[in-house]
T-cell receptor, first 114, second 112 residues
Framework: NAGVTQTPKFRVLKTGQSMTLLCAQD?????MYWYRQDPGMGLRLIHY???????AKGEVPDGYNVSRLKKQNFLLGLESAAPSQTSVYFC?????????????FGPGTRLTVT | GESVGLHLPTLSVQEGDNSIINCAYS??????FIWYKQESGKGPQFIID?????DKRQGQRVTVLLNKTVKHLSLQIAATQPGDSAVYFC???????????FGIGTKLQVIP
């Protein structure tokens, strides 16, 4: 099992550019999450999904969109990147019968917006 | 966790000593408290949890203590090893199946 994988690992964007971060999990988990991690702050939930074809907003959804067309994949899109979106992005997944915090995290994507 | 600006609080311990990492939580209604370990360049990894109706829980080389009176959580690591070097952060699960609030973290440095 590869667990949770994220693509790419690093990316530099110019302000206004767009990109998509890909998260894939091979554990057949129903729930998937996107977080951002910034210095001096805890992980903050951007969007999440409780199953294929469903998405919901988290704590900081503005400027991001997500899609869950397949159960194993959760995509995070930035339509027009801003410097404030410079961060490390983590994807996570869990099975529906796990407790909410029993999440498996990917290795992260470091995004810099100049 | 407390806000300490851009710099993580750091705890340096000698290899073989015990480590104690502290966390203050905010929501007295939280029903679970959790500790995660995050190694450099990796995602967080679940270590141990404790339910709000308990005050102590032990795992392998780790013990979590919960003091609800002062809203304080601690993680004790026995016989700290170089592989324990990481950022440790606490989290609280306050009902509603998606509501997990993560703290900032403490960086543990193990001195060989």
């Amino acid at each position: 099992n590869a667990g949770v994988t994220q693509t790419p690992k690093f990316r530099v964007l110019k302000t206004g550019q767009s990109m998509t971060l890909l998260c894939a999990q091979d554990m057949n988990h129903e729930y998937m999450y996107w977080y951002r991690q910034d210095p001096g702050m805890g992980l903050r939930l951007i969007h999440y999904s409780v199953g294929e074809g469903t998405t919901a907003k988290g704590e900081v959804p503005d400027g991001y969109n997500v899609s869950r067309l397949k159960k194993q994949n959760f995509l995070l899109g930035l339509e027009s990147a801003a410097p404030s979106q410079t961060s490390v992005y983590f994807c996570a997944s869990r099975a529906s019968h796990y407790l909410p915090y029993e999440q498996y995290f990917g290795p992260g994507t470091r995004l810099t917006v100049t | 966790g407390e806000s300490v600006g851009l710099h993580l609080p750091t705890l340096s311990v000698q290899e073989g000593d015990n480590s104690i990492i502290n966390c203050a939580y905010s929501n007295s209604a939280s029903d679970y408290f959790i500790w995660y370990k995050q190694e450099s360049g990796k995602g967080p990894q679940f270590i141990i949890d404790i339910r709000s109706n308990m005050d102590k829980r032990q795992g392998q080389r780790v013990t979590v203590l919960l003091n609800k009176t002062v809203k304080h959580l601690s993680l004790q690591i026995a016989a700290t090893q170089p592989g324990d070097s990481a950022v440790y952060f606490c989290a609280e699960n306050s009902g509603g199946y998606q509501k997990v609030t993560f703290g900032i973290g403490t960086k543990l440095q193990v001195i060989p």
